[in-house]
């Protein structure tokens, strides 16, 4: 399972996007796929952002039970605070 939160990024991107994952809301990406196709969306929604921000939240085997990659300058950052991913807002 993944989720993948767009800002600021083109219309275009998103439509793209939408070819694997589900939007419920504007630059809000929900799916379950695999590893390669997750790191494939994710190279493509950061290259095409064009200044805009992205954040993935993935399932992996950590204490969490998922993990998260950004990229850009998204309103809230991901922080690690001795090992867990915490959640700052800009």
Do not use: N
Request: charge should be positive.
């Amino acid at each position: 399972m993944m989720v993948l939160l767009l800002e600021r990024v083109p219309t275009g991107l998103r439509g793209e996007l939408t070819r694997w994952l589900l939007e419920p809301r504007a630059g809000v990406f929900v799916g379950k796929v695999s590893a390669m196709v997750r790191d494939r969306l994710w190279d493509k929604a950061c290259t095409g952002a064009k200044g805009g921000a992205g954040l993935m939240v993935y399932t992996a085997d950590t204490e969490q039970g998922f993990a998260m990659r950004y990229c850009g300058e998204p309103a809230r950052a991901v922080v690690d605070f001795e090992g867990l991913a915490l959640i700052r807002t800009t």
